[in-house]
C-alpha cells in the first residue's frame, strides 16, 4: 500500500497562492492517475485536479485557470499550485493515487483556510 503525506497548507488572504505537495513511498509511475480532492466544512468531497500517467490534466471548473497539477517523477511528489485564492477555496485538500486495477489511496489531507 502506498503511503502518501500532503504538505504545503496553511493559512493565507484572499488573493494569494500556496503549492501543496503530495510525496508518495514509491514511484508514482507505478499508477494510472493522480489527482487533488477537497473537503470544505459540511461538503461532500470534490475533485480538484487530476492528472494521468500519461500527463493529460482534468480541472474542476471553479479552479481553471488559478490552480495547476504537476508531478516530479524524480522525486515522486505531485504538486497542486494555488493561485488567486478566494475564501471559497478553504477545505481539507487530499492526494490521491489510482492503481492501474482502480483502487485508490488517499493521505491524510492538509488544511487550506483563506481569509476574506
Known amino acids: 500500500q502506498v503511503q502518501l503525506v500532503e504538505s504545503g497548507g496553511g493559512l493565507v488572504q484572499a488573493g494569494g497562492s500556496l503549492r501543496l505537495s503530495c510525496a508518495a513511498s514509491e514511484s508514482i509511475l507505478n499508477f494510472s492517475d493522480m489527482g487533488w480532492y477537497r473537503q470544505g466544512p459540511e461538503k461532500q468531497r470534490e475533485l480538484v485536479a487530476t492528472m494521468t500517467n500519461g500527463g493529460g490534466t482534468n480541472y474542476a471548473h471553479s479552479v481553471e485557470g488559478r490552480f495547476t497539477i504537476s508531478r516530479d517523477n524524480a522525486k515522486n511528489t505531485v504538486y497542486l499550485q494555488m493561485n488567486s485564492l478566494k475564501p471559497e477555496d478553504t477545505a481539507v485538500y487530499y492526494c490521491?493515487?489510482?492503481?492501474?486495477?482502480?483502487?485508490?489511496?488517499w493521505g491524510q489531507g492538509t488544511q487550506v483556510t483563506v481569509s476574506s
Open positions: 490521491s493515487l489510482r492503481d492501474w486495477h482502480r483502487k485508490d489511496s
